[in-house]
């Protein structure tokens, strides 16, 4: 049996532990009431934006607020929204693992937004053409990820979708789809008189172009979106993740205390042994 000292260390150790899970599961709780806020104005803005976008548009198709003669690459882009760091579970390892379903190298080219995602890409052998840090703060500047989107026919999105507190699922994408049917939940069933068209309104320098204008915000709140919805996930997977870490550090140091107990009260009863033991000697050679 161990020694008292070295599984009061443990212990210790444990309940160091113990009090890190725990403000770390208070951190990600205050992180997810203000996250879910910030994706229920993205939506409502969302929604406003499209109402007039779909009234203007010059094309059945998004394109992305590219311009006329502007020729994309033809290739899928892929994008990938991780966790800037670990203590996130392993919803990351899990998006990875969808994200290899769908890679080719010949067809597809990565952006992969977090630090931990770059890891885990590097760790599977999959070199990534793009790299952005996920953001720290509330403001996100989508500039550079847009002009990127945008050179590109087509970009697959993967990305952790907040379910619950408890469950938190990885979906992948379209965007130009996604896009539409956000737009057919916002849209109206019936237009009123206050039709924005070019019969009461005038564009300037044309249509063409404030539809492409709109296009870049709507495919700014979609990207920030999705970026809010996948932070919200990971504080929800690392919510979850450090609860069940407390859970078990408490255990464990419940059980190195009863060891501890056990051990010194081991140890007393030995030094009794003992101490009776030579005692009776004492006594056995005084008698002779």
């Known amino acids: 049996m161990r020694r008292p000292l070295e599984i009061r260390a443990q212990e210790n150790a444990v309940r160091s532990v113990v009090s890190l899970t725990s403000a770390l599961e208070s951190l990600s709780s205050m992180q997810i009431a203000k996250t879910k806020n ?17 009234q203007i548009r010059v ?8 311009q006329v003669d502007e020729k994309p690459i033809d290739k899928e882009l892929l994008i990938l929204i991780t966790a800037k760091g670990g203590l996130s ?7 990875i693992r969808k994200f290899i379903e769908r890679y080719d190298q010949a067809k597809n080219d990565v952006l ?13 052998h999959i070199d990534y053409t793009y ?17 990127i989107t ?27 789809e996604v896009v539409s049917s956000k737009g057919r939940i916002a849209d109206m069933s019936s237009v009123g008189d206050d039709l924005v068209s070019e019969k009461n309104y005038i564009f300037e320098p044309s249509s063409y172009a404030v539809a492409a204008y709109l296009e870049n915000s709507i495919l700014r709140l979609t990207l920030a979106q999705f970026i809010y919805d996948s932070r919200l996930a990971q504080v929800a997977s690392r919510f979850k993740a450090m ?4 859970e078990r550090s408490v255990d464990t140091a419940t059980q190195l205390h009863t060891e501890y107990n056990r051990a010194k009260r081991n140890q007393v009863d ?3 042994k003992e101490s009776l033991a030579g005692l009776k000697k004492i006594r056995a050679e005084g008698a002779a």
């Open 59 to 66: 094309d059945a198709l998004f394109n992305f607020g590219r």
């Open 38 to 54: 910030k994706v229920l104005i993205s939506n409502q803005f969302f929604d406003e934006v499209w109402s007039i976008y779909k």
């Open 89 to 95: 579970g392993d919803i990351d390892q899990r998006l």
């Open 112 to 124: 992969v937004i977090g630090h931990h995602g770059a890891l885990k890409l590097k760790q599977s």
């Open 270 to 272: 030995t030094r009794l």
């Open 243 to 246: 609860s069940a870490a407390k």
């Open 150 to 176: 945008k050179k590109y026919t087509r970009s697959r999105i993967f990305y952790q979708d907040y379910i619950s507190l408890s469950q938190q699922e990885i979906k992948d994408v379209d965007l130009s």
């Open 131 to 147: 790299y952005f840090d996920l953001p720290e703060k509330d403001y996100i500047n989508l500039d550079p990820l847009m002009d």
